[in-house]
């Protein structure tokens, strides 16, 4: 099996295809499997992982942060012996992504930050509590999204109601693609928690990275203009709202999702 030791951190990871280095990562490395790996395989060196917490990576003793998530990758990246990559993923991947092109802005060779925002307001670090506290629980997580107003009952949910009984979603049901144990949970939520990048703005507006910020048009409006507000302060950036989709758009929509950022790679020569 593909482990390499990232530091003290055993990362499990999976590659297929030649070329430019691109790494997509969140949580399970099952969530790129069927659907971004065949893709992007025929035009890149794709690679992706278990985060530390799940599948079969290690599960560190927390807290954890955004830098950490950022330093796997890179030191992933060395222990391949990979110098610069095409750095890539949704949710914590996204917020991860922009982590590592401010900290480590010459191993970056492009930054795909999909379907999250620079900071966390209110609403959102109540729904992160809210959410710690149910996977203390045993139960699932991330099933809706962070309200964007007070007056909303609940956010939007993560994926299109009815997915699950789709052919695609009983295809993958019978993928283990989980987002961590009862113990690792917790600590990846903490480590989103009091997330802000808006000290570090100054730092993106000096980046010579470009950057493809995406976003579905079904996700909590507030995701939405964050998103935008996000993309905004990169020195080269795109701004996509990737239609009739939620916050798995890369499952949900892998069609759609795949041609946006093959499309931005390849506006960019890569």
Do not use: C
């Amino acid at each position: 099996m593909p482990y390499v030791n990232a530091d003290g951190v055993r990362l499990y990871y999976e590659s297929a295809g030649e070329g430019l280095p691109l790494i997509l990562h969140a949580h399970h490395h099952m969530s790129w499997m069927p659907f971004q790996f065949p893709y992007f395989s025929q035009f890149y060196r794709i690679i992706t992982f278990d985060r530390r917490g799940t599948g079969r990576s290690d599960n560190p003793p927390g807290p954890w942060s955004p830098a950490d998530f950022a330093r796997d990758i890179r030191n992933l990246m060395d222990a391949l012996e990979i110098d610069k990559a095409i750095v890539g993923g949704n949710s914590l991947g996204g917020v991860t992504s922009s982590q590592f092109g401010i900290d480590y802005p010459d191993r970056a060779l492009a930054l795909i930050v999909g379907h999250t925002t620079p900071y966390r307001r209110a609403l959102s670090r109540e729904w992160i509590q809210n959410q710690i506290e149910m996977a203390e629980r045993g139960e699932p997580v991330i099933v809706k999204q962070p309200r964007s107003f007070e007056w909303e009952d609940e956010g939007p949910p993560t994926i299109a109601e009815g997915f699950k009984e789709t052919q695609f979603g009983h295809y993958l049901a019978t993928l283990d693609s989980s987002i961590g144990s009862t113990d690792s949970t917790p600590k990846m939520l903490r480590a989103l928690a009091n997330w802000d990048q808006r000290p570090r703005f100054p730092e993106l507006r000096q980046l010579d990275v470009p950057a493809l910020v995406i976003v579905g048009g079904n996700e909590p409006q507030k995701t939405i203009e964050l998103s935008y507000e996000w993309h905004k302060q990169f020195k080269t950036s795109e701004f996509l709202i990737l239609p009739n989709t939620h916050h798995s758009a890369g499952i949900e929509n892998p069609i759609g999702w795949n041609a946006a950022v093959h499309g931005f790679l390849k506006r960019h020569e890569l």
